[in-house]
């Protein structure tokens, strides 16, 4: 059986698939379906949902269209939540490799930079980063990678110190390969499978991290934002709860989604691997 | 001269304080085209020396002399490249490649490190390797763990015959494999050392097999050189007691035979 029909049997999996190709759709479409500024104004302001067709969840208290908003925020919130889990990856897994493969005064120096980073809740270091840099869609996905790579980093660590101690590694240094190559082609790669199996929670948190600042002010202020959104409603809280529940509902799809399409991705390959 | 001349090795292990000897004060030599056995019981020092001469790990005191140079000096890159003339075949031909490798990767490696072939040129040098140990190179694209134990010891030997090695550490080489291809792996490397004369530094607790290969043979218990001699002679007869307790302890073929009739 193929692996996509492996990881689609899985009602789990499937379900969050469904999410995840929907956010993606979404996010894909929405310059196409919403062209223009999505924060300009669209109609009178406040209208509840399923009153206009023209405007299906109903206008903000400016009178912007509520679902070109929500579509122009699954762009940044899949935007954000990607690139952010990919640096916080690709950094921990570069610098767990390397403490574990070289050991020594090498391997002091970054896990110690590794605990220091990790003894600082990772919202308060995304939050002090954007305060003192400035928000914009770059510093965002800094800073949550910022608080994010040393889970990553630890774990690719703890993957090295075992694999570097197996025959195969002997085999390549005894072929004179060179200890950087022994590191990233072959300790690396094998190392990667519990790291990657980090990663639909990282997404998550990395979405969720990016709603948190953008609803307490310091998201990037020219792209709308689910976290924003929420902000922006909860003025209105009793008047309009849908403009806090509507945003918050795809928040609450697109975490569940990424969660569980992770999770099935990680049994496929756990399957694949018990196997061979 | 000889090719590897190893002189006084010692490693310790230190646990807890107390300081194990692994190899304690050992001296040998191979010449070029010899295969030299190492014998001894679980524990005797065996594979640790198979590590120190290939610089997997540093001894504490000892000289390594190696092709008329001191091994033991040479840093990084001058090691890197000299590698290429000492070769290892490991034990376990499944724990020896990295599971993601195929055949040709296995023996990509070599070739490009040391440059012995150019990009365009290496597959076909692939296959030509692939069928010096007796196998099609049809094999090339497959993974490691899709071929059989037999086939990917074939292919570890391969991978170390590709830099033109002068001397392969083989140890525990054919331990692992059944009896049948054991001996056909036993003959592959007799005839690959008659043909370009490489010097084994063969390891081995089976008796058998090192009285099939080896020319000499030194018998290792704790860490220090019990016996050495000739491989014949002190199978056939030995002189101490390490040496007599591990003829007793092979099996003999012969007699079972005779038992059963």
């Known amino acids: 059986m193929s692996p996509l029909r492996r990881f689609l049997r899985t009602p789990e999996a499937f379900a969050g698939a469904i999410l995840l190709a929907a956010l993606i759709a979404m996010a894909l479409s929405a310059s196409l379906l919403f062209p223009g500024d999505p924060q300009a104004i669209a109609g009178p302001a406040m209208l509840p949902p399923f009153q206009d067709w023209s405007l299906p969840l109903g206008t903000d208290r400016l009178g912007r269209n509520v679902l070109a908003e929500l579509f122009h925020g699954a762009r940044t919130s899949l935007a954000v939540g990607l690139t952010a889990a990919a640096a916080a990856l690709v950094v921990g897994a570069v610098v767990g490799t390397l403490a574990g493969f070289a050991g020594g005064i090498v391997d002091e120096v970054l896990m110690r930079i590794t605990d220091a980073f990790q003894t600082v809740p990772s919202f308060l270091l995304a939050l002090a980063f954007v305060s003192v840099v400035g928000p914009s869609l770059g510093i965002v996905v800094i800073a949550i990678a910022l608080g994010t790579w040393t889970g990553p980093a630890r774990v690719a660590r703890a993957e090295v110190l075992s694999i570097r101690e197996r025959d195969y590694v002997a085999g390549a240094r005894v072929i004179g390969m060179h200890p950087l190559a022994i590191a990233f082609r072959e300790v690396l790669p094998n190392a990667l499978p519990p790291v990657l199996a980090m990663s639909s929670v990282i997404v998550a948190a990395a979405i969720l991290t990016e709603a948190a600042l953008s609803f307490l002010g310091l998201g990037d202020p020219n792209r709308v934002t689910w976290g924003g959104m929420i902000a922006e409603g909860r003025t209105v809280l009793r008047t309009a709860p849908f403009l806090s529940i509507v945003p918050g509902i795809a928040l609450v799809l697109t975490v569940l989604g990424v969660y569980l399409a992770g999770e099935g991705i990680v049994e496929t390959t756990a399957v694949r691997r018990g196997l061979s | 001269m000889s090719l590897l001349a190893v002189s006084n090795l010692t490693k310790r292990y230190r646990r807890g304080d107390k300081t194990i000897a692994a190899v304690d004060d050992v001296s040998f030599h191979i010449d070029p085209g010899e295969t030299l056995a190492l014998a001894g019981p679980s524990g005797s020092g065996k594979s640790t020396i198979a590590r120190l001469v290939l610089r997997l790990i540093e001894p504490d ?54 440059g012995i072939a150019s990009r365009t040129e290496r597959p076909r040098r692939i ?96 860490g220090r050189i019990a016996e050495s001699g000739d491989a014949c002679a002190v199978i056939d007869a030995p002189q101490s007691a390490i040496g007599k307790a591990l003829v007793a302890a092979a099996p003999r073929l012969n007699r079972t035979t005779q038992d059963a009739s």
């Open chain 2, 61 to 114: 005191a000892g000289r390594i002399d190696f092709e008329g140079d001191d091994f033991l000096a040479l840093r990084s890159a001058a090691l890197r490249a000299r590698r290429a003339s000492l070769q290892m075949v490991f034990q376990d031909p499944l724990a020896a490649f990295n599971p993601r490798a195929t055949v040709a990767r296995v023996l990509d490696d070599p070739l490009r490190i040391h």
């Open chain 2, 127 to 222: 296959a030509a390797l692939l069928e010096r140990v007796g196998l099609t190179a049809d094999l090339a694209p497959r993974a490691i763990h899709e071929i059989s134990g037999g086939q990917r010891q074939r292919v570890a030997i391969a991978r170390a015959v590709a830099t033109k090695p002068s001397l392969i550490v083989l140890d525990e080489a054919v331990s692992a494999l059944d009896v049948s291809v054991r001996g056909q792996i036993l003959d592959l490397l007799l005839d690959l050392q008659r043909q370009e004369r490489i010097a084994y530094l063969f390891i081995s607790h089976d008796l058998g097999v090192i009285r099939a290969i080896a020319h000499r043979v030194v018998l290792l218990d704790a």
